[in-house]
């Protein structure tokens, strides 16, 4: 009897892990998403301009069913990471109307930053120049 009683305490615990196992991971999913949607957008714009006319609107939407699997992906290394409860409190900021901002300016951002950091290392380039 004593055994029944454990196995069942352990089926029942499995299935709460389980559950919070899903949970954590569906948070994570969706923290990928809401960060990355729009950081995405320029570079679906620059990966559509390079396909011929005719073939773009296929094309992205090819891309964009590979979303997904990458916003999965992501999300492993997020939960690395972070915690299931940071992972909510970033959740809770990005419904924030800041954290919608940043989350929305993100794809801008990028490509600045890219471009201030591409600037930046033509000036390293040329400092280490002197000293080589």
Same mark, same amino acid.
Do not use: R
């Given at each position: 009897?004593?055994? !029944?009683?454990? %196995?069942? $305490? #352990?089926?029942? +615990?499995?299935?709460?892990?389980?559950?919070? @196992? &899903?949970? /954590?991971?569906? &948070?994570? =999913?969706?923290?990928?998403? $809401? %960060?990355?949607?729009?950081?995405?957008?320029?570079? $679906?714009?620059?990966?559509?301009? *390079?396909?011929?006319?005719?073939?773009?609107? #296929? /094309?992205?939407?090819?891309? !964009?069913?590979? +979303?997904?699997?990458?916003?999965? =992906?992501?999300?492993? %290394?997020? *939960? @690395?990471?972070?915690?299931? &409860?940071? %992972?909510?409190?970033?959740? =809770? /900021?990005?419904?924030?109307?800041?954290?919608?901002?940043?989350? @929305?300016?993100?794809?801008?951002?990028?490509?600045?930053?890219?471009?201030?950091?591409?600037?930046?290392?033509?000036? $390293?380039?040329?400092? *280490? =120049?002197?000293?080589?």
């Amino acid at each position: 009897m004593k055994e !029944i009683l454990v %196995i069942v $305490v #352990i089926v029942c +615990f499995s299935f709460t892990v389980k559950a919070q @196992d &899903d949970a /954590f991971t569906n &948070d994570a =999913a969706k923290l990928v998403e $809401v %960060i990355s949607e729009n950081a995405f957008k320029p570079y $679906v714009a620059q990966f559509t301009a *390079m396909i011929p006319a005719e073939k773009q609107a #296929i /094309f992205k939407e090819e891309l !964009i069913a590979t +979303f997904p699997e990458l916003y999965n =992906a992501m999300a492993v %290394i997020y *939960m @690395d990471t972070f915690t299931h &409860d940071e %992972i909510k409190e970033l959740l =809770a /900021f990005y419904a924030t109307p800041v954290g919608k901002k940043l989350a @929305d300016k993100s794809g801008e951002l990028a490509q600045k930053g890219m471009t201030a950091g591409q600037s930046w290392g033509m000036k $390293v380039q040329e400092i *280490m =120049a002197k000293y080589k």
